[in-house]
């Protein structure tokens, strides 16, 4: 499995961003497809989760309500809706894949098989 995530840039504080993560290879239903960020001098910390079948998601509490994982099985691509974006949002942004059955750990980067490149986003005030 391979992830190319895209879609960051930079945008005033307020606006919004759609990144995309576009997945090769084969692709389970029972896959969970993650997006975690990491700031400068910080963790790496979990965002939004999706089961490939798109029946389950999960979000990092401080984000529910601004952020929506969704994913469009026809075109293997999972996608990071992020609306009223604040500069604490700057990070570098990650998408992964888990390929253990299941929705238990979808919080935890370590369990997580596949990872993206990251793509940067930056939010200025």
């Known amino acids: 499995v391979q992830l190319q995530a895209s879609g960051g840039g930079l945008v005033q504080a307020g606006g919004s961003l759609r990144l995309s993560c576009a997945a090769s290879?084969?692709?389970?239903?029972?896959?969970?497809m993650g997006w975690f960020r990491q700031a400068p001098g910080k963790e790496c910390e979990f965002v939004a989760a999706?089961?490939?079948?798109?029946?389950?998601?999960r979000y990092a509490n401080s984000l529910k309500g601004r952020f929506t994982v969704s994913r469009d099985s026809a075109e293997n691509t999972v996608y990071l809706q992020m609306n009223s974006l604040r500069p604490e949002d700057t990070a570098v942004y990650y998408c992964?894949?888990?390929?253990?059955?299941?929705?238990?750990?979808?919080?935890?980067?370590?369990?997580?098989?596949?990872w993206g490149q990251g793509t940067q986003v930056t939010v200025s005030s």
């Open positions: 992964a894949a888990e390929t253990r059955p299941g929705f238990s750990y979808y919080y935890v980067g370590e369990y997580y098989d596949y």
């Open positions: 290879g084969r692709i389970n239903s029972n896959y969970v």
């Open positions: 999706i089961n490939w079948g798109g029946s389950t998601t």
